[in-house]
């Protein structure tokens, strides 16, 4: 690894923590800027999700009074309880990765990101149609909030790529709260996947050590600038630059997989 390949990382990095934290879809910073240092498609994927995971952590740190004021109106145990459910799908995620082709799922997801965007952006309009969080009964709306981030976790430990806009968008529906509380669970989510993936593929992964070591404290300085920043804006300010920025990846990843 050469200086050029160091400066390269380490602001991929930086921008990559930012992103996730606001929006997500900071991977499509990292991986490339991987790729371009020589690594696998493979390998480059593997090394972006545990180098990206310090990022989700100080995410998590960054938004710490939002998830404060959300355990408190929306009771701290059920917050407790999707932690089990985001774990056992992050892993079942990984288990996809390490045992399956992408390639299929490679030209699924595209469709997904731009899917989310879309119900971000018709989020109201939508919940006139399934029904707004504050009119389910509250068996419904723990299970509806367990389903959606058993598949965020799910999606986040194959892949990842715009995992927090996927993730805003489907919380979105079944919670009755501010779009920096949505964004703080996301974080949290988003982290507990990736603690799941850093674990997974330091074992069986083709981890690159080194890139990580350059990439992680980067992407943290950025998770926590980022968290710190997504708290500031206001709530449709906030929900339409990450409907901007999950267009804008979906229509990325769906140029790559066709050409």
Known sequence: MNLVDIALLSGAGLAAGTV?????????ITFPALIATGLSPVAANVTNSVSVFPGYAASVYGSRTDLKDLARDSSKK???MLIPTSVVA??????LLLATPARAFDLVV???????????AFQERLRGLVGH?????????????HAMVFAGSLYGGYFGAALGVM???????????????VSALKNVVSALGGLVTVCAFAAFGPVDW??????????????????RLARKLPSRVLKWLIVAFGTGVGLVLLYRAVF
Not at 20 to 28: D, F
Not at 90 to 95: E, H, K, P, Q
Not at 110 to 120: N, S
Request: aromatic residues 2%.
């Open 78 to 80: 059920t917050l407790i």
């Open 20 to 28: 996730n934290a606001i929006a997500g879809g900071g991977s499509l």
């Open 90 to 95: 992050a892993a079942l995620g990984c288990a």
């Open 210 to 227: 080194a890139d990580v070591l350059v990439v992680a404290p980067t992407a943290m300085i950025g998770g926590y600038v980022g968290a």
């Open 110 to 120: 595209p469709f997904l990101v731009l899917g989310a965007a879309t119900i971000l």
């Open 133 to 145: 969080p504050r009119d389910m009964t509250e068996r419904r709306r723990r299970l509806s909030l």
């Open 167 to 181: 993730l805003v968008a489907a919380l979105g529906l079944v919670l009755d709260q501010s779009m920096a509380r």
